[in-house]
């Protein structure tokens, strides 16, 4: 299937002088999903059409119970979220291509929500990194060096900004457009993103990050450091270093930037007195989101606002942002720190 299949033909043939037309709406439609969407669902797909080919059954159109009996089969070896997903993709390749797959029969569902009771457990949350243990990390991360510089500002606007792994990689240091980048004013930073995770139409967003009450720690200053030693005017604010200190041309990886979050969790652990395996051991307990995650739980622990909470981590429904508060608030007003133990 290419990678265009799982994208609706925008209408009936068309004049040939029209033609063009019709190409940029199956463009346009195209777009209407994420790229990494896209991609999860065409391989979703493969996988699905994998399965028919191999039992004999016929993927397109498929009948509920050959969905149902590949659900069931994939099941012992794919969690639950990726069933889902994938039922979701075969949905979607059957309403492009104009057929209906309907799930919607009891059996099918009854059979469906036993498999998610049977199969399905807790989905696996990273752990925040929270304002001690990034403070304990600055510590242990070199101010002296181009990495060190890099990884400092990183992690700062990271946390402060309660920026995504994919948002810190695009950045830009100066206005493009479509890209996010970074402003200065009297008063801290303005991260303005472009395309994001929750904001596909690129209606853009803006994020104020404060100077910070440490000057050891404070977001702003350890970004215009990283920029004057750098020589950064334009172009991505973060980029590749290699073990000579020579620094690329193109931006940082969205996973380079969640192996900078390891690494710094490792490095404060193993400076906290931690073991190598210990400090390896939590280090893998965080990820990319873990700055978000941790900018979020350590304002609820302080007493931030909930709506104030809300607008930096831009969050559409409170709902989202209420369980951070619940995490990070957990020991406060506790009904069984007030039981009089």
Not at 23 to 44: C, F, L, P
Not at 178 to 197: N, P, W
Not at 293 to 322: E, V, Y
Request: charged letters at 25%; glycine letters at 10%; proline letters at 6%.
């Amino acid at each position: 299937m290419s990678d265009t299949s799982l994208v609706p033909s925008p209408g009936p043939a068309l004049p040939a002088a029209l033609a063009p037309f019709a190409d940029r709406a199956r463009d346009y439609a195209a777009n209407a999903k994420s790229a990494n969407t896209r991609r999860a669902y065409e391989a979703d797909w493969r996988d699905f059409s994998g399965w028919c080919e191999a039992h004999g059954a016929r993927p397109m159109p498929a009948s509920p119970a050959v969905v149902i009996s590949y659900l069931i089969d994939r099941a012992e070896t794919v969690k639950v979220a990726t069933l889902q997903r994938r039922l979701a993709a075969i949905r979607e390749a059957h309403r492009y291509a104009g057929y209906e797959l309907n799930t919607s029969s009891t059996a099918f569902r009854d059979t469906w929500r036993g498999l998610r009771r049977e199969h399905g457990m807790p989905a696996e949350k990273k752990a925040p990194v929270l304002t001690g243990e990034l403070r304990k990390a600055m510590s242990a991360i070199p101010a002296g060096t181009m990495a060190g510089l890099r990884d400092r500002a990183l992690l700062l606007l990271g946390f402060a900004g309660a920026l995504r792994r994919s948002e810190l990689a695009a950045l830009e240091v100066s206005p493009r457009d479509g890209a996010g980048h970074v402003e200065e004013t009297g008063d801290g930073l303005i991260v303005r993103l472009g395309k994001s995770k929750t904001d596909q139409t690129g209606e853009g967003a803006a994020i104020a990050v404060p100077y910070g009450s440490s000057p050891d720690t404070c977001p702003v200053r350890a970004f215009k450091r990283w920029l004057l030693a750098a020589g950064l005017t334009s172009g991505p604010a973060f980029r590749p270093i290699n073990r000579h200190g020579r620094m690329g041309e193109g931006a940082i990886t969205d996973k380079a930037v969640a192996l900078i979050v390891k690494r710094a969790v490792e490095a404060a652990a193993l400076a906290d007195g931690l073991s190598p395996a210990e400090a390896s051991a939590r280090a893998a307990r965080v990820a990319g989101h873990s700055l978000r995650s941790g900018l979020a739980t350590s304002a609820a622990a302080n007493n931030a606002p909930g709506h104030a909470i809300q607008r930096q981590l831009r969050h559409r429904k409170f709902d989202t942002t209420a369980g951070y508060i619940r995490e990070g608030q957990m020991f406060k007003q506790n009904a069984a720190g007030m039981a009089g133990l």
